[in-house]
């Protein structure tokens, strides 16, 4: 029973796993990536060795350049991949949902939408952190509006003193494009403490919804990279 078990169990995840995940994601919108890297990866050796070659001193740049060589090109697949996996996403039902997931610590994501269309598919995403409520509302600007203020007014019902911040996603007037969602919910300023997230999400989650799920269809999360792939 327990060597059944073993077999069962999700085989460990290293970090060239990882790598690999990136590069295959990159490499579809980019179909350049290969020579990209090999580049990345000469031009970190050409740092370490011309210097060596100048000043006769070998070991301390060719270690530098070794370094170097490795360096470059994990940082440039580690920028691309966000590039790729954003412009995978674009124009996908639900898309926002993968992206604010990906914010980071401190913030309290709700994954599925807490108001949702069922014909037009508009939906809007909650996420709480020390900025207060940021609402990420996916669809024409003018009709999901409708949705946010919905949700705007049951938030103030619970919670009346919340600030609440607004990113409508799109490439329309008064939008935000999905490769700038993070970027900019990141920037709104603080307001409130760790503490009071935590009890205002908690207070948040009386709220009832109209939402029933993400419509069935591509799942934007499929595309989604791991954050550790995303690192490098």
């Not at 309290?108 to 598919?121: A, F, G, H, M």
Request: aromatic share 6%; charged share 25%; proline share 6%.
């Amino acid at each position: 029973m327990a060597k059944d078990r073993k077999a069962d169990a999700p085989k460990k995840r290293h970090w060239w796993n990882y790598m690999a995940e990136a590069y295959r994601v990159t490499k579809r919108s980019y179909t350049w990536l290969p020579w990209a890297l090999i580049g990345g990866a000469l031009a970190g050796l050409a740092v370490g060795l011309i210097p060596a070659f100048l000043t006769k001193s070998w070991i301390t740049w060719t270690i530098l350049g070794i370094f170097l060589m490795t360096l470059i090109p994990m940082l440039l697949l580690a920028n691309l991949v966000r590039r790729a996996s954003y412009a995978q996403l674009d124009g996908m039902t639900g898309a926002a949902s993968a992206v604010i997931e990906n914010i980071g610590r401190g913030w309290d994501v709700k994954s599925e939408p807490v108001r949702l269309n069922p014909r037009t598919q508009d939906m809007v995403f909650r996420a709480i952190g020390r900025a207060g409520v940021v609402l990420v509302a996916e669809g024409p600007k003018n009709r999901v509006r409708s949705l946010v203020e919905d949700e705007r007014k049951a938030i103030k019902r619970v919670a009346p003193n919340a600030p609440i911040n607004v990113v409508f996603v799109g490439r329309g007037e008064g939008q935000v494009p999905l490769a700038k969602v993070e970027r900019t919910i990141r920037k709104f300023p603080k307001h409130i403490s760790n503490a009071e997230v935590a009890a205002l999400a908690r207070r948040l989650e009386a709220i009832g919804s109209n939402a029933i799920g993400i419509p069935k269809g591509i799942d934007p999360t499929k595309t989604r990279v791991s954050r550790r792939a995303l690192r490098g």
